[in-house]
């Protein structure tokens, strides 16, 4: 016959069974540390930027190659100080016959590669020319395009100097369109390029978005007859081009060439580069 458990047996078992009971509700109460979020992405450093860098982060870059275009069309390439020292001789035997190199950025940033890059792409036999990243939070128009003027971006008049280019685009560092008005935005850009003309004899081109031209200038359509477009846009077409211009005089299609990634069209044969050149 088995034994009576004692009165004090049972409290016991009793106690211990509503304290496991009790534990579940505690423990959904503590923090959770397995599953902590994400940290913030952390901006790029000034001066890092490239021709693209937000249009890459805010378009895209995928929609696939042009195909071959009836009209004359002359390759080229854009380079930074992501690409350091370049290999002009491999690109010339690819075809490309002329080359833009960034040679400043706001009124902080100079290129250290601008050197090689600009002498050699014009010793290989290239047709070159240099271009500003803007920053328009970081200080006026007129002030970046002398900061520009003076480290780089003049022209002279040899036949294989291109004008210089304002490249203007997503924000990379913060607020897309630097935390500006489409109407302060027209204004800092009209102050460049005044100042730019009034430096170097030349009207400079404009790089730069559809979707950011119509959501930071509201469209704005007063540059089209006085400053040619270099369209940014990585599609099978160039597609539609910002307020004011009709035709894009360079096109940047893509950001993911051979030897250098980003590869541009010149919208004619290289007789128009050269006249672009000349002035």
């Not at 599953?35 to 790029?44: F, G, K, Q």
């Not at 490309?96 to 950025?105: F, I, M």
């Amino acid at each position: 016959m088995p034994k009576p458990r004692s009165t004090t047996t049972g409290r016991l078992l009793r106690s211990t069974a509503a304290t496991l009971l009790a534990v579940p509700p505690l423990l959904l109460t503590l923090p959770a540390t397995a599953t902590s979020a994400a940290p913030e992405p952390v901006p790029p450093t000034r001066g890092s930027a490239h021709m693209g860098t937000g249009v890459l982060a805010h378009e895209g870059g995928g929609g696939g190659l042009p195909a071959s275009l009836r009209a004359a069309q002359t390759e080229g390439v854009d380079v930074s100080s992501h690409q350091k020292d370049v290999d002009w001789a491999k690109l010339w035997d690819s075809g490309v016959k002329w080359a833009y190199v960034k040679a400043t950025e706001g009124s902080y940033y100079k290129n250290p590669y601008f050197g090689q890059q600009y002498e050699g792409s014009y010793n290989t036999g290239m047709i070159r020319g240099a271009y500003h990243f803007a920053a328009p939070d970081d200080s006026g128009g007129a002030e970046q395009a002398t900061y520009f003027a003076d480290g780089g971006g003049t022209w002279s008049s040899d036949g294989r100097t291109l004008p210089g280019v304002l490249d203007i685009e997503w924000n990379p560092y913060g607020a897309a369109c630097y935390g500006k008005t489409p109407a302060q935005l027209v204004s800092w850009i009209r102050d460049f390029l005044t100042t730019y003309k009034t430096r170097t004899g030349r009207a400079a081109l404009i790089y730069t978005s559809t979707k950011w031209w119509r959501d930071c200038t509201d469209d704005y359509a007063g540059f089209g007859t006085t400053n040619p477009l270099w369209i940014a846009r990585y599609d099978t077409t160039v597609g539609e081009l910002p307020a004011g211009w009709e035709y894009q005089t360079i096109w940047q299609y893509t950001s993911s060439g051979p030897t250098v990634g980003d590869h541009n069209k010149f919208n004619g044969p290289l007789s128009g580069v050269k006249s672009l050149a000349t002035g």
